[in-house]
């Protein structure tokens, strides 16, 4: 049997750069209806684009080999096949190729498909992609954020589905950050919910998230969930992206204190078991090239974009003690967030870094109070690094504050904190002359999200490290919960100018427009300027 080829290859060429343009566009094969083929109803994701490298993510429907090509230009002349790996229901169909040895600064076009097993080798109709490799003369454009498919908010076809994956697209980023909540694995998605002003939210629904995801199957429809809207498979084919975790990919707040005893809605009440088909579903869904056999479940990296930035994605899940009222006043076990392994990992790529500038890209914000109800002796319990109490550092805010005293007396500057979570827009720089625990250089941290969920904040601030709020979008007070309707959606858009070296972060609202701007000039190596200018809009 033959591989079935795109129309597009039989168009002259002065028709062909638009069909090929239909092709990324659409990202949905057109499957053959009379023969009994593999298909790729998930699309194809890029992920972990780093210097020479990135990562082709697909999935079949039955046992299959990805089979892949990629050239330099659309007609895909002189194109380099690769052979995939095979995928089986070990993975739930699903693989990975690394492509490596890619020239910086090209516009790369790939080709996917997958051949089955048998001897008649049927081939699915492939899907296009195409991405553009970071070179030494490009200025930087990235984006960020988190929290889809939240509190039953699903794709909505009559509402435009998960349109702020458009938005995001539509400024061409190099790169995406999703900043954990990618799925809602304890959030079950109602055929319909009723939204503010008495509007009435309709979801596409699957029988996989009716319920809490409790099986490994429910766990991976989650992620199949996200990938029915063509916004998202859009996105995916266009922008390479860079995934890590929070709690809802497993179970709400979810830590080693975790009590589901009382939750009627889990016949699963072991959290180590739910972690670990969570995790297994989360490895195979995310477009990350995975660690080595050291650690092979790792999330937390460091991705390099040449001399302008690194990004250091964390995980503040896996390596961290139960929540707890968080005042202990030393550290311990139970003031573990980071951990100590990954904890001297930081620090070490933070020093030997290079690069202009470092961006944390954290699954939690430091400075704002989330809760997680109250201990049994009617203390408040938290969820994240603050304590609520505006003192010195306590509970996992010792573990902050050692990592934040590394980063000033190592003199690593021009560093920026990227998060999602709270499911608002705000932009926090933290004030060491207005802090409880003053050794630490200032710095500022952003907030965006959420990208297709509840509309939430804002919270309140801890003043153990004097965050100020210099921005931030959020409902309208007594109003929690918002729909996608409501507007208040919201992703980060980073651009960094290779001839100033200057960032400037903006926040956009689920149309595309800018609703705040911060630029930050370039500090010199071992110096600290204060001179922040800024043009906000609200």
């Given at each position: ?57 697909s ?11 990629y050239?330099y ?19 739930d169909?699903?693989a990975?190729?690394?492509?490596t040895g890619?020239p910086?600064g090209?516009?790369?076009?790939v ?16 899907v296009?992609g ?15 954020g ?33 900043s ?27 029988p996989e998230?009716?319920?809490v ?17 063509e ?16 709690d ?17 809605r889990?016949?699963e ?6 972690i ?9 869904y ?11 479940e ?11 930035l ?19 006043t030393q550290?311990?076990?139970e ?13 070490d ?37 603050a ?17 934040l ?14 998060t ?11 004030d ?17 999200g ?12 801890d ?37 100033s ?8 609202d ?5 609703v705040?701007?911060k ?20």
């Amino acid at each position: 049997m033959q591989l079935l080829k795109p129309s597009c290859q039989f168009l002259k060429p002065a028709k062909l750069a638009l069909a090929i343009a239909g092709l990324l566009a659409l990202n949905a094969p057109v499957f053959a209806q009379t023969v009994d083929v593999p298909q790729m109803e998930q699309g194809i994701q890029i992920g972990d684009l780093a210097p020479g490298r990135a990562i082709v993510w697909s999935r079949a429907d039955r046992p299959s080999r990805m089979m892949l090509k990629y050239a330099y230009n659309p007609q895909f002349n002189d194109a380099i096949s690769v052979r995939g790996p095979y995928a089986l229901a070990e993975t739930d169909f699903t693989a990975r190729q690394d492509l490596t040895g890619l020239p910086e600064g090209k516009d790369v076009y790939v080709k996917v498909w997958f051949e089955d097993l048998t001897n008649a080798r049927g081939k699915s109709e492939p899907v296009v992609g195409h991405f553009h490799t970071i070179g030494k003369r490009d200025d930087i454009r990235f984006v960020w954020g988190g929290d889809t498919a939240g509190q039953g908010w699903g794709i909505n076809e009559s509402f435009g589905g998960m349109k702020i994956y458009e938005a995001m697209r539509q400024v061409q980023p190099q790169f995406f950050i999703q900043s954990g909540d990618n799925v809602y694995s304890d959030g079950p998605i109602p055929e319909s919910k009723l939204a503010e002003n008495g509007q009435v939210w309709t979801n596409v629904v699957t029988p996989e998230v009716s319920k809490v995801a409790e099986t490994l199957d429910e766990f991976r429809g989650r992620y199949k969930y996200n990938l029915l809207d063509e916004n998202v498979r859009r996105f995916n084919a266009e922008v390479p992206q860079i995934w890590q975790w929070d709690d809802h990919e497993v179970v709400n707040n979810w830590s080693d204190s975790k009590d589901l005893s009382n939750d009627s809605r889990y016949t699963e009440k072991n959290i180590p078991t739910l972690i670990a088909r969570a995790t297994k579903a989360f490895l195979e869904y995310a477009p990350l090239r995975p660690h080595d056999a050291e650690e092979s479940e790792r999330i937390y990296r460091k991705v390099s974009y040449g001399k302008l930035l690194d990004v250091f994605v964390l995980d503040m899940r896996s390596y961290r003690g139960p929540n707890t009222a968080n005042l202990q006043t030393q550290e311990n076990a139970e003031t573990a967030f980071l951990g100590a392994e990954q904890m001297a990992w930081l620090q070490d790529e933070l020093k030997r870094s290079k690069a202009t500038w470092k961006v944390i890209s954290a699954d939690m914000p430091i400075g704002l109070n989330i809760g997680d109800g109250n201990t049994a002796q009617g203390q408040a319990r938290w969820e994240a690094v603050a304590n609520g109490n505006n003192g010195p550092a306590a509970g996992r805010e010792l573990e902050v504050a050692r990592l934040l005293s590394f980063i000033k007396h190592e003199h690593i500057n021009n560093l920026v904190w990227l998060t999602a979570d709270v499911h608002y827009a705000a932009a926090h720089y933290y004030d060491p002359a207005k802090a409880a625990s003053k050794d630490f250089a200032p710095f500022w941290e952003f907030v965006a999200g959420p990208l297709n969920a509840g509309s939430f904040g804002p919270n309140s601030t801890d003043g153990t490290f004097g965050p100020q709020v210099v921005f931030s979008k959020a409902p309208p007070a007594g109003q929690a919960n918002l729909s996608p309707y409501a507007g208040l959606q919201f992703f980060g858009e980073v651009n960094i100018d290779k001839k100033s070296r200057a960032m400037t972060v903006d926040f956009k609202d689920i149309d595309g427009a800018v609703v705040f701007s911060k630029t930050l000039p370039a500090e010199a190596e071992r110096e600290r300027g204060h001179d922040h200018h800024d043009r906000d809009h609200d």
